[in-house]
């Protein structure tokens, strides 16, 4: 409701103050570990987990900023993607002989490389087909927020249900080399996949920050997150806007879903459900609709999850970045980022 | 199968799907009436289940490496109170209730003023942190192995092989009993309040209702019910392991039912969990591969995509209150 904020751009605000409190905070973690007070090495882990969640919840926060509803389906977009990863590396590329292990330092070979682009456009299709089929409909009916999410969770439901009666609803191993850790000082052990992990997530937010700020669709898709009838009143074709959303967003949560199989080297039809606590607290920490907002939550939610198995039991980890989330909605329900009420 | 068999199997199945009308008539009283998009029934259920577990089993035998310290033993110490009829049953369905209303209000008073879809991810998050809390928490329920020798209600009276009859008519009481009662509540000017919230909460604002506090009250009422859901199932299976409310059977089913049946209508919510059950339970006679879980979990979210599509007002749809009077 308060109407001096509305007219300033959250755009402009990143350039001031949040940078700084990211120092901030990385300076307290850094002096917290050299007291030893927390183990460094579960700050690594947690800025790894961290890019995983961020790189998916980028697209959840596009959804949710452009089209208003809560995807639930976001982290079942991640296991399919997932999972034909799985295949692709173990049925055709294994048959004509491609090794899906062992490229350079890295647990898994080169054929993933060759996956990767093929599964974000198939991702990507099915988000924008599931859009046409479904979304599409409630939206031009008029349908509420809730009616969205709702029909996003049915979706889920079947999405899970594929997934489960094609692979069968045990763990799948993911094909991989053990390789050896990086020894760094402060008894900080890095896998390189980590090191892959990161590189992947940056190069894939830094791209993204270029299309929304170099190219007309990016520009376009920032106004129609911002006030969508201004944006149909300004011409913007607010239909394509909203295709180019779901493709990106399932491109981004196809990605993450298989830097997190490339991470916990097992497939579960539950993984990305159960990832949806961590991604919504990342993207209502950052403010909805804002992905800078998401890539800080995202590394809030992971940091303080790793961390936290220091004293409490690691299987509490949703729990951690569910009392995060309550503590956000509670103080600050814009996020950091976010202005809009 | 004989036709003994399949009368016998047809009452073990309304069993379960009158457990589940229970549970969809408490969503009904949230989603249905209210508007409030809760998607953590299975904390509710697991609250209720727990609960009515905990007050009745006998305390745990160390002889048998179990880590849980609690065991109410309820029908022990009853017994003197005992003329026949299971009193403590009453004792532990009530207990189931007002815990999970008891729980609901802290959960409420954090969620309650969020918008829509903020309050279905909070609520999820709820269920599953207090999944984790009986599965990790040994202390307190015996963590993944979960609780046994849950008494059975008036286990003495027929032969095990019967038990099933007895029980679908204590499970059809309690289900009339509620759906009187939330008929009634629904029908009350505090129901037509809940209504107006869903349809417009800005007006029933400016009519001078407290928003806030009507929408407590009906989530503490639909958790109170889903609570005795929970108490209802412990005494029917008679064991309860975090297992048991995995977000699929405890959460998602209910919901295809509520939607199907037809959301806003309670003739429709009991209906609807008949219908999706009868279903559930008939794809599992089906040839091949079609009989398995996986398929079932896929046929439940496309129902629920389907029904909100092609025909929003489920099976039955909401009575009209004002206008049904005209022709």
Redesign the interface.
């Known amino acids: 409701m308060k109407q001096t904020e509305n007219t300033k751009s959250f755009w402009n605000l990143i350039k001031l103050t949040p940078v700084h409190y990211v120092l901030l905070v990385a300076l307290v973690i850094i002096i917290l570990s050299l007291l030893s007070v927390i183990k460094l090495e579960l700050v690594i882990n947690g800025l790894v987990m961290g890019s995983i969640i961020a790189m998916a919840s980028m697209g959840l926060t596009l959804v949710y900023g452009n089209l208003k509803f809560a995807h639930m389906a976001h982290g079942d977009f991640m296991t399919l993607s997932a999972y034909i990863v799985l295949f692709i590396l173990t049925v055709p590329f294994h048959y004509i002989g491609m090794r899906s292990t062992g490229l350079g330092p890295f647990t898994f070979g080169y054929p993933l490389l060759i996956a990767i682009p093929f599964v974000v456009l198939v991702t990507a299709s099915i988000a924008i087909g599931l859009d046409r089929i479904i979304y599409r409909r409630l939206r031009n009916r008029g349908s509420n927020s809730v009616i969205l999410a709702m029909c996003s969770l049915g979706v889920a439901i079947a999405g899970r249900g594929i997934v489960q009666t094609i692979w069968g609803g045990d763990i799948e191993q993911f094909p991989r080399l053990s390789k050896l850790y990086y020894q760094l000082p402060m008894d900080v052990r890095i896998p390189p996949d980590a090191i892959f992990i990161a590189g992947v997530v940056l190069i894939s937010t830094f791209s993204l920050h270029l299309f929304l700020t170099r190219t007309k669709m990016g520009k376009a898709m920032r106004a129609t997150a911002d006030n969508t009838e201004l944006a149909k009143v300004t011409g913007i074709n607010t239909e394509l806007v909203i295709r180019w959303t779901w493709a990106l967003s399932g491109g981004f949560a196809a990605i993450a879903g298989v830097l997190l199989a490339v991470f916990q080297a097992q497939l579960l039809p539950s993984m990305g459900w159960s990832f949806l606590i961590p991604l919504f607290a990342a993207v209502i920490l950052g403010g909805i609709g804002n992905p800078y907002g998401a890539v800080i939550g995202a590394m809030i939610v992971g940091i303080s999850g790793e961390v936290s198995t220091q004293w409490i039991n690691p299987t509490y980890k949703p729990v951690i970045a569910f009392a995060i989330l309550i503590i956000m909605l509670l103080l600050r329900p814009q996020g950091i980022l976010g202005t809009r009420d | 199968m004989d036709i003994f068999g399949l009368i016998d199997y047809t009452v073990g199945w309304a069993v379960v799907a009158g457990i589940y009308a229970v549970f969809s008539l408490g969503l009904n009283v949230h989603w249905g009436f209210t ?1 409030l ?1 809760n ?1 953590g029934i299975a904390g509710f259920f697991a609250i209720g289940a727990y609960t009515s577990a905990l007050i009745t089993t006998p305390p745990p035998k160390e002889a048998l490496f179990e880590d849980f310290i609690f065991g109410g033993n309820l029908p022990e110490y009853l017994g003197f109170l005992n003329f026949g009829i299971d009193l403590w049953f009453l004792l532990a369905i009530l207990a189931a209730a007002a815990m999970a209303g008891i729980i609901a209000i802290p959960i409420g008073l ?2 309650i003023r ?5 309050l ?3 609520t ?3 269920a ?2 207090i999944r ?1 809390i009986f ?2 928490e040994k202390w307190l329920a015996n963590g993944s192995r979960g609780l046994y020798n849950i008494p059975k209600f008036l286990g003495d009276v027929v032969t095990p092989a019967n038990y099933n009859y007895l029980y679908l008519i204590v499970v059809l009481i309690v289900l009339g009993f509620l759906y009187v009662m939330v008929t009634r509540a629904i029908n009350s000017p505090w129901g037509r309040v809940l209504k107006s919230i869903r349809e417009d909460e800005m007006t029933a604002q400016a009519n001078g209702k407290n928003v806030l506090n009507f929408k407590l009250q009906a989530f503490i009422f639909g958790a109170a019910i889903m609570g005795i859901g929970g108490a209802l199932y412990a005494h029917n299976i008679r064991f309860v392991s975090p297992i048991s409310f995995d ?2 059977y405890a959460t ?1 089913v209910i ?1 295809a039912m509520l ?1 199907v049946g037809g959301s806003g209508n309670n003739k429709g919510a009991i209906l609807g969990a008949f219908v999706v059950w009868g279903i559930w339970a008939g794809t599992g006679f089906l040839p091949g ?1 079609i009989a ?14 389907v029904v ?2 092609l025909r ?1 007002d489920g099976i039955m749809g909401e009575e009209r209150k004002i206008s049904q009077k005209i022709p």
Not at chain 2, 114 to 118: E, M, N, S
Not at chain 2, 292 to 305: A, K
């Open positions: 508007g998009f998607i954090v969620t969020l918008k829509g879809d903020y279905a991810i909070t999820l998050g709820v599953e942190a984790l599965l990790n977000p699929l998602f919901w939607m591969f398995s879980p996986s398929i079932r979990l896929f046929m439940i979210g496309l129902l629920i995509v909100i599509l929003p």
